[in-house]
């Protein structure tokens, strides 16, 4: 009877167990659910920040904030809204006073900023079309005291026709480029964490997620996803729209399975180091996902092989030798 009774006591504070465990795992879920919804809430707000230090200039052709320089291009100062003094001084100083604001949204969900202000410029057309806004991260390769060839970032340029910079959700994605391509990301990737941010926090419309496992392949048989190099150069091809579509439906899924501090974790562990400084090109996959990993606590090379990326399982020790080996070609 004693035995019974031990094992009867035994077996409750295990169910006890059980349910407090449940019970913080749904605790800390809505947690996390309150918090993005608070995001997204807070989103509708950004037309009313507070107006913080932001300058114009006399001729209203440069306006100038904590975190942005604003210009007019040509073509646009020939525009009936902004071909006087009053009308460019007037709208360039609403657009950074909401930019910052703005800034400080991205800032709160990655937990990190670039260094560099950002230049913004603004268009009538650009590059042919007002359908198209892009970031550009400038950077250079420069040789160290101690030998080492290092990257680094000289300014980040935004251009936007007014068509697209009118478009809220469309000035969240490209402010992301600005803050994340500073390490110099594989292109899917980037553009599905700017995607992300687009949709899940700026209430965009333009992109939804897919079912994952329904991938396009190449001829090799690899994800078409991996290989997209951005639609700019190339342009858009019939592919492009599943591109977004997938590479955000990526990036969600690993927030959801890893929760809110994924993202904000995985940038810190790259920011540590700053071994992406020192590679010799953009960033591949297989050196992206050593960091996604190191986020999640978990290997995640087997998940992207499930989804036909080629991807090799890289050790720290491998990279720092690739790092060196990408260094003495470039002294050459």
Not at 63 to 78: A, K, M, R, V
Not at 119 to 134: N, P, S
Not at 207 to 216: A, D, G, L, Q, Y
Request: proline share 2%; charged share 25%.
């Amino acid at each position: 009877m004693l035995i019974f009774r031990v094992l009867i006591g035994t077996w409750l504070i295990f169910l006890m167990s059980c349910n407090s465990l449940q019970e913080l795992q749904k605790a800390n879920l809505k947690r996390q659910q309150d918090a993005h919804a608070r995001m997204k809430d807070q989103y509708v707000t950004l037309e009313k920040p507070s107006d913080t230090n932001v300058n114009v200039s006399g001729d209203g052709l440069k306006i100038d904030s904590t975190h942005y320089s604003l210009s007019f291009s040509e073509d646009l100062q020939q525009h009936t809204e902004y071909d006087t003094v009053s009308e460019r001084q007037q709208s360039g100083h609403g657009y950074l006073v909401f930019m910052e604001s703005l800034y400080q949204f991205i800032y709160q969900i990655f937990g990190f900023e670039p260094e560099h202000k950002i230049h913004v410029i603004l268009h009538e057309i650009y590059r042919g079309t007002k359908l198209m806004a892009t970031t550009t991260v400038h950077s250079q390769n420069r040789l160290q005291s101690n030998g080492e060839v290092v990257k680094i970032i000289r300014g980040i340029e935004m251009n936007f026709p007014m068509n697209m910079f009118a478009q809220l959700p469309v000035r969240a994605h490209e402010l992301t480029h600005a803050f994340t391509q500073i390490y110099l990301l594989p292109a899917w990737f980037a553009e599905g964490i700017a995607v992300w941010v687009e949709v899940e926090y700026a209430k965009g419309r333009d992109h939804r997620k897919v079912e994952i496992n329904k991938m396009k392949l190449t001829l090799d048989g690899l994800n078409a996803a991996q290989e997209w190099g951005g639609d700019l150069d190339a342009g858009a091809d019939a592919l492009t729209e599943w591109r977004y579509n997938y590479c955000y439906t990526i990036v969600a899924e690993l927030k959801e399975r890893f929760g809110e501090d994924f993202y904000p974790k995985f940038f810190n562990l790259m920011e540590a180091d700053k071994l992406y400084q020192r590679l010799p090109g953009q960033m591949t996959t297989s050196f992206l996902v050593y960091y996604l990993s190191q986020a999640a606590g978990e290997d995640l090379v087997p998940y992207f092989e499930s989804l036909k990326f080629k991807i090799k399982r890289l050790s720290k020790d491998e990279i720092l030798d690739a790092v060196k080996s990408a260094n003495k070609t470039l002294r050459r």
